[in-house]
């Protein structure tokens, strides 16, 4: 056998060596660099692949659109707008390949609530815990939400308590044949006939013998914003309790002929609690139909939808829904002065018009009587509730506001109560007390200069 020449035998062992370095180095490049040696600070913000995530997660998130274009393929991107400013921020919720597309798109954000689904899971959690504990503590029992069974319970525990002070009525029946009921509040001081002797600015109201100021105040027109049904059921309460002892709530219920509304959309409500907590319009066909555009003004315009998955679908006719059906013949039976129309969330003061821009005819007056809300709201807590029209904000044709000022010469407002942000309607059970502090003072706020000539 012939011998390996020694320049070959050299050849190959630099061969082998550099074939092994190369593996070596290969191996050494691909092996993942664990975290903590080399931090990236984007990291925990890297999209993850289509295969890594969980499609039904949802993220609600603020962004600030450039263009009309972009508000609308945004919102195209969404499961759900939570909240809208006009030529400002949008509040969507996503799920995580809509996060994505923000992200490829280069468009700004802040996330509202990392896991949507989540936040109304612990609030379930919390809230059977409450329901075993039933019936409230006294004195506990705005310190929580409330579900619809245990408002009207109260509601008629109220009226047991003052009877020559409250009446409760049933105004009409939900799509599923629950009550609206409603609360009329008043005192002594006008029942036989000595209206408010009073000057304003611009308006003389209520010579003696004229009848009473009469307001309407209702809340949970949408079901999930369960604020606006703990204020107005606390605002209720605050008046009948604090009639004896505060002269202020004293003069207010004996001249104010006040009638209460907290539950406007019961079916809703129920189906918020049991089933879907971000549900909004009532249960009409399973889809719903959003009852603040389902009024008989404007009705089909501008900011209303004719599809019936839509979060703000307008129903087939104006007034097709009963519950703003019994709204309706309650306004046009009682002609109230006054009218107080509580959401969530934003902390927003809205007046007329919400279809259109233009102004309407009592602007002016509307305007001053919502910058009172504001003072008034502000003098409480601190916080000041932005004032901007309906419109401004952004179009919304067929809603409460707009028919019981255009139709009914109303002084209506809507008020868009805590929070500003955060966790949208999910807002903590601390917050409720604060929140029903502003939206008395609102009411109260409004009597009754605001009244308009024709009203
Ligand atoms: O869109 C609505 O019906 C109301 N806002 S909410 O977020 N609570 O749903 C506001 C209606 C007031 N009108 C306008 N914004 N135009
Ligand atoms: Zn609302």
Redesign the pocket.
């Known amino acids: 056998m012939a011998s390996t020449p020694p320049v070959a035998r050299w050849l190959s062992l630099v061969t082998l060596l550099v074939t092994l370095l190369l593996v070596v180095a290969l191996v050494a490049y691909e092996r993942p660099v664990p975290p903590e040696v080399c931090p990236d600070p984007d990291r925990q913000f890297e999209p993850q692949s289509d295969s890594q995530q969980d499609a039904s997660a949802r993220i609600a998130v603020r962004v600030w659109p450039r263009s009309e274009q972009e508000r609308a393929e945004l919102a195209a991107l969404a499961h759900d707008v939570?909240?809208?400013h006009a030529g400002t921020e949008l509040d969507l919720v996503l799920d995580p390949a809509g996060v994505t597309a923000l992200r490829s798109r280069g468009i700004e954000f802040t996330e509202l609530v990392s896991d949507v689904l989540g936040v109304a899971e612990q609030e379930r959690e919390r809230l059977r815990g409450v329901e075993a504990a039933r019936p409230p503590p006294p004195g506990e029992w705005f310190s929580e939400y409330r579900d619809l069974e245990t408002i009207h319970a109260y509601l008629e525990q109220l009226a047991r308590l003052r009877p020559e002070l409250v009446e409760l009525r049933t105004i009409g029946y939900s799509l599923e044949g629950r009550p609206l009921q409603v609360l009329r509040i008043h005192g002594n001081g006008s029942r036989n006939g000595n209206g408010v002797a009073r000057g304003t600015d611009s308006v003389t109201i209520g010579a003696p013998g004229e009848r009473p100021r009469r307001m309407f105040v209702d809340g949970g027109?949408?079901a999930r914003?369960w604020i606006s049904m703990m204020v107005t059921t606390c605002v209720a309460d605050r008046l009948i309790r604090g009639y004896d002892d505060d002269p202020a709530l004293r003069r207010f219920v004996d001249e104010v002929e006040l009638w209460v509304l907290p539950v406007a959309n019961p079916d809703g409500y129920v189906h918020s609690w049991r089933r879907d907590r971000y549900w909004?319009k009532n249960r009409r066909a399973g889809h719903g139909v959003?009852l603040?555009?389902n009024f008989g003004l404007a009705w089909g315009g501008d900011?209303s939808s004719g599809k019936p998955a839509s979060s703000?679908y307008r129903g087939t006719a104006p007034f097709s829904e009963p519950e703003s059906a019994a709204i309706r013949s309650l306004m046009e039976a009682e002609r109230f002065d006054v009218h107080i129309d509580f959401?969530?969330?934003?902390q927003l003061v809205?007046h007329p018009w919400?279809?259109t821009r233009k102004r309407s005819s009592d602007h002016q007056r509307l305007r001053q009587a919502a910058e009172g809300i504001v003072t008034a709201i502000a003098s409480e807590h601190g916080e000041r509730y932005r004032l901007i029209?309906?419109?401004s904000?952004?179009?919304?044709s067929g809603?409460l506001?707009d028919w019981a000022y255009g139709t009914q010469g109303v002084a209506s407002f809507?008020i868009?109560l805590r929070p500003r942000g955060g966790t949208g309607f999910v807002l903590p059970p601390d917050q409720i007390v604060p929140t029903c502090d502003e939206g008395l003072a609102a009411v109260m706020s409004v009597h009754p200069a605001s009244a308009l000539p024709h009203g």
Do not use: F
């Open positions: 939570w909240s809208e027109l949408h914003e909004r959003d603040n555009r900011g703000i959401h969530s969330y934003g809205l919400s279809h029209s309906g419109a904000l952004y179009p919304a809603t506001m809507v868009e």
